[in-house]
């Protein structure tokens, strides 16, 4: 079971999809999906991998 990452509710992998950053994340729904389209920077926080702000 895969976790959307916008609404935060369990979905089926396979069926609305988008892969960002090499990973797949999986929708409830077509808005869900949209949403994170625009912005999936917003969606997904790398946790622990905070970069460094120098170069
Ligand atoms: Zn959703």
Same mark, same amino acid.
């Given at each position: 079971m895969?976790? +959307?990452p916008?609404?935060?509710m369990g979905v089926k992998e396979g069926?609305?999809?988008s892969t960002y950053e090499d990973?797949?994340?999986c929708?409830?729904?077509k808005t869900c999906k949209e949403?994170? +389209?625009k +912005?999936?920077?917003k969606y997904v926080k790398s946790e622990g991998k905070?970069?460094?702000g120098c170069c």
């Open positions: 895969a976790k +959307d916008v609404c935060g069926q609305i999809c990973k797949k994340y929708f409830c729904s949403s994170f +389209d +912005d999936p920077a905070k970069k460094s």
